[in-house]
Each structure stands twice: as C-alpha cells, then as structure tokens.
C-alpha cells in the first residue's frame, strides 16, 4: 500500500507559478513511473505529465508542453510539477498518481491516486 500527498497548490495570477510536490509513504516510488493528472469543474480528469522510475523521460500534454516541468527525488520519495506560465485554463484539482499499465496517458493506467490539490489561476 502507498499513500501520495500532494501539496503546493493555490491561488496564482496569470503568468504565475507555482511548484507542485506529491509525496509518497508506505512504500517507495523507484521502480514505478509516475504521472499528473488535473480535473476542472465539469470535465473529465486528463493527464498532464508522466515521468519514468529513473526520471530519464518525461511525457507531456500539448497544452502544458514547454510550461510544466515534471521531475522527481527517489532519495525523498517525491515527486513534483514545476507550473509556470499559467493560464486560467489551467485551473483544476491536480493529482499525481502511480503508474500500473501500459499507457502513460490513460487514467486506468495508474492505480493509486492522491487526493489532490487545487490550483487557482485568476485573469
């Protein structure tokens, strides 16, 4: 069993930044890749980030691409999301996750889950 936090989040003007952290405990994040996903009111959780075990490569959306920056510590059993350039559509609840399947993409691919933390991104 492994609980991941997520902490960091909040409210930011446009062009902000702000720098997610997702701990892990229980059990270690090496070995597993890892990704951020985000939900906005009334629409359905996407992927933003992925990174893999050893942090040698990253996957990003289109529409975060060249703005976030996902990375990881496997020493502190975290990992983060550097967020800058933010647009107001980038308002969501962000999660990160723990990778199980194939994809790095798809939700059902990731099978433990934090709980959360809300970023704000106000015009």
């Known amino acids: 069993q492994v609980q991941l936090v997520e902490s960091g989040g909040g409210l930011v003007q446009a062009g902000g930044s702000l720098r997610l952290s997702c701990a892990a405990s229980?059990?270690?994040?090496?070995?597993?890749?890892m990704g951020w996903f985000r939900q906005a009111p009334g629409k359905e959780r996407e992927f933003v980030a992925a990174?893999?075990?050893?942090?040698?490569?990253?996957n990003y959306a289109v529409s975060v691409k060249g703005r976030f920056t996902i990375s990881r510590d496997n020493a502190k059993n975290t990992v983060y999301l550097q967020m800058n350039s933010l647009k107001p559509e980038d308002t969501a609840v962000y999660y990160c996750?723990?990778?199980?399947?194939?994809?790095?993409?798809?939700?059902?691919?990731?099978?433990?889950w934090g709980q959360g933390t809300q970023v704000t991104v106000s015009s």
């Open positions: 990174i893999s075990w050893s942090g040698g490569v990253t």
């Open positions: 229980g059990r270690t994040l090496s070995g597993y890749n």
């Open positions: 996750a723990r990778k199980s399947g194939t994809t790095y993409y798809s939700s059902r691919d990731y099978d433990y």
